[in-house]
């Protein structure tokens, strides 16, 4: 029951990294199909209302039988909503439920092999997150040489698999106690780091494929390269983590920097075919930052870095979403700086609580 549980939390997060990709990888389809315009930022803002409803329903609900295997199957079901949607209202109507779903996964799909392996939970966690980054990969390249509705589907699919997978998961484990909280705001600073850094993450990847085909590259290189970006994420979080553990902050630092000069490039042409590099820089920080709350609050900063991640990650890309596509390097660049500026902040104020 155990590998069961693990697998099918291991789905639940494929997902999770499936839908957080599908924007950007639709947008190029989307524009052709629909020509959504602004109201790709009411798409945002309507998944970020049912993502972080279902997060919290998920915090608040310690049982996770049957709820983790209804959340997956909900998740499902807006991808055949998106799928079968013949005008962009009707993907409009997929954003709640299909945020709603999410919000309830991530938590549950990140906690559940904590609890089924506490011998070695950061080992199996580690592995099982891997899922997202493969369905963060995949979706960008699969929507853009396969036909986008039938690929929705067959993910659809997988969510149901998933979710019988899951069936009868246990409840929660009681939360361990939480450590000292630090003073001086330090708390709120890394949430608001951690939003700036989900929104920058999202916004790399939702219009990164539009600003090239405005360029006139084409739609399928432009799929490509997005899902060498979610690549290049995956492969920064698993080969750089233990060069950033020896000096956190200070090595973050030098990271968002060169996100930084990632964004500069897209001024350049053709040096914008260049960014998946930032995949690679940033790939680290939410990971870094969440480990480094947890370590000064205890267990609720898992908590509180879902909640900011959640809430970049839609506010940021429903900002970009008003921009022209020309204008998309700039938001890039001042969210790129914005959180440059709170991560040095943050090391400021580490080295004087250090004193």
Not at 35 to 54: E, I, K, M, T, V
Not at 55 to 79: D, K, Y
Not at 112 to 139: C, H, K, W
Not at 334 to 347: E, K, P, S
Request: hydrophobic residues 55%.
């Amino acid at each position: 029951m155990r590998l069961r549980l693990t697998l099918g939390s291991a789905l639940s997060l494929l997902l999770s990294g499936i839908i957080a990709a599908s924007p950007g990888g639709l947008l190029p389809q989307w524009q052709e199909v629909f020509d959504p315009g602004s109201r790709l930022s009411l798409y945002f803002n309507l998944y970020l209302g049912g993502l972080l409803l279902g997060l919290t329903l998920a915090r608040l609900t310690p049982v996770r039988h049957p709820w983790f295997s209804m959340a997956i199957v909900l998740a499902g079901l807006g991808l055949l909503g998106v799928a079968s949607a013949q005008s962009f209202d009707a993907v409009l109507w997929a954003a709640f439920p299909l945020g709603l779903g999410v919000g309830a996964i991530n938590l549950s799909g990140n906690s559940l092999p904590g609890d089924l392996y506490p011998e070695r939970r950061m080992i199996v966690l580690s592995q099982v997150n891997a899922a997202f980054g493969v369905g963060a990969i995949a979706t960008p390249f699969l929507v853009s040489f396969f036909p986008w509705r039938e690929v929705l589907v067959v993910f659809a699919a997988l969510a149901f698999l998933g979710a019988a997978l899951v069936w009868k998961a246990p409840a929660s484990s009681p939360p361990a106690a939480d450590g000292g909280h630090p003073g001086n705001g330090w708390l709120w600073l890394l949430v608001l780091a951690i939003g700036l850094y989900a929104g920058l993450e999202q916004g790399f990847a939702t219009f990164s494929g539009a600003y090239l085909t405005e360029l006139g590259y084409p739609t399928a290189l432009a799929g490509a390269l997005l899902s060498a970006y979610w690549v290049a994420f995956t492969a920064g979080r698993l080969l750089m983590a233990y060069w950033v553990a020896r000096d956190p902050l200070r090595h973050l630092t030098w990271l968002v920097c060169g996100a930084v000069g990632v964004a500069l490039l897209y001024f350049l042409p053709p040096l914008p075919l260049l960014f998946p590099l930032a995949g690679f820089l940033i790939g680290p920080v939410f990971t870094t930052l969440m480990a480094l709350g947890q370590g000064r609050v205890g267990n609720a900063a898992v908590a509180y870095a879902l909640y900011a991640g959640a809430s970049g990650s839609t506010l940021v890309p429903a900002l970009f979403a008003l921009l022209p596509v020309a204008g998309i390097p700039w938001g890039l660049l001042l969210v790129g700086l914005a959180l440059l500026a709170l991560t040095q902040r943050l090391r400021r104020l580490d080295a004087r609580t250090a004193l």
